[in-house]
């Protein structure tokens, strides 16, 4: 079992940065990859970030240049660090972590306005 719980998201606008955090607790070391996943209304779940434990990344087109994936072991955390925000950013945001099993966390909003 992974528990995953999210935090720091919140209003920002365009153009702002946001820094989101995934703390991983339970059988974290049978874990393959972990993601950041987002879901705007009315649309999919889309993958945003993906970073695998040996440190690989890799980004949708929408946000390459922008978002930055990062993993502090130490803390048993995964960052996504969002810069440039603009609104079709703007989402419910979930972290994702990939063992032979799918654990999701419970996402946090975010809103990108002016």
């Known amino acids: 079992q992974v528990q995953l719980v999210e935090s720091g998201g919140g209003l920002v606008q365009p153009g702002g940065s946001l820094r989101l955090s995934c703390a991983v607790s339970g059988n974290r070391f049978s874990i393959n990859a972990m993601g950041w996943y987002r879901q705007a209304p009315g649309k999919q779940r889309e993958l945003v970030a993906v970073?695998?434990?040996?440190?690989?990344?890799n980004y949708a087109d929408s946000v390459k240049g922008r978002f930055t994936i990062a993993r502090d072991n130490a803390k048993n955390t995964v960052y996504l660090q969002m810069n440039s925000l603009k609104p079709e950013d703007t989402a419910v945001y979930y972290c994702?972590?990939?063992?032979?099993?799918?654990?999701w966390g419970q996402g946090t909003q975010v809103t990108v306005s002016s």
């Open positions: 970073i695998t434990s040996g440190g690989s990344t």
């Open positions: 994702n972590a990939r063992t032979v099993l799918l654990y």
